[in-house]
């Protein structure tokens, strides 16, 4: 009776983990492209890992190690897109307020005399330039994560290509009931 309880208390353990499958099309029924940093199989995102098998299934480890590189490459530019730009408008924000504060500063002191002026900007001007040099780091690093999206995604774009002419050789039709990890944590896994 012990081992009846604990083995029906292994089997639900496995099976409240989770389950977790992709249907990969067969090949001969859609073209492989480049959609979002995945492979898409006519117009169905595949995730991470499905993604990986097709590539590997299709051209090796070397188009799987080439498309991971291009794929962080292409992570990275976004980050470095999104932050320099979003630096590049705070640098904007900060010598922008200063700059039309100093013009506001320098019309109403204008009456104190050239002296009065230049103290508005003495204080001001540094800010200003402040501003201006946080703006240009930032669109500088905007500019490069351009770039380095540009590049990956047009990398990525060609490994897919180079796929869909490879084609995929047949699945094997053995079917294997494997126990491992997966994506929602520990399970038996269906291969066929």
């Not at 922008?96 to 204008?110: D, Q, R, T, W």
Request: glycine share 16%; proline share 3%.
């Amino acid at each position: 009776m012990k081992a009846f309880r604990f083995l029906l208390l292994g089997i639900l353990a496995l099976v409240s983990t989770g389950a977790f499958a992709q249907y990969v099309p067969e090949w001969h029924q859609g073209t492989m492209k480049m959609k979002g940093g995945r492979i898409a199989i006519d117009g169905a995102k595949l995730d991470k890992e499905t993604t990986l098998l097709v590539i590997d299934r299709a051209g090796g480890q070397e188009l799987v190690a080439s498309w991971e590189k291009y794929a962080r490459e292409r992570g990275w530019g976004i980050g470095l897109m999104a932050g320099g730009y979003t630096l590049a408008a705070a640098g904007f924000a900060y010598g922008g307020i200063y700059l039309i504060g100093g013009v506001f500063a320098s019309i109403f002191v204008a009456a104190g005399g050239q002296e009065a002026v230049d103290k508005v900007w003495d204080d001001l001007g540094p800010r200003v330039n402040i501003g201006t040099a946080v703006m240009l780091t930032g669109l500088a690093a905007g500019t490069t994560g351009v770039v380095l999206l540009c590049v990956g995604n047009n990398h990525l774009r060609k490994i897919a290509k180079t796929c869909d002419a490879a084609g995929l050789p047949p699945v094997s039709s053995e079917v294997q009931l494997t126990f491992g990890p997966t994506p929602s944590g520990v399970g038996l896994a269906l291969r066929f």
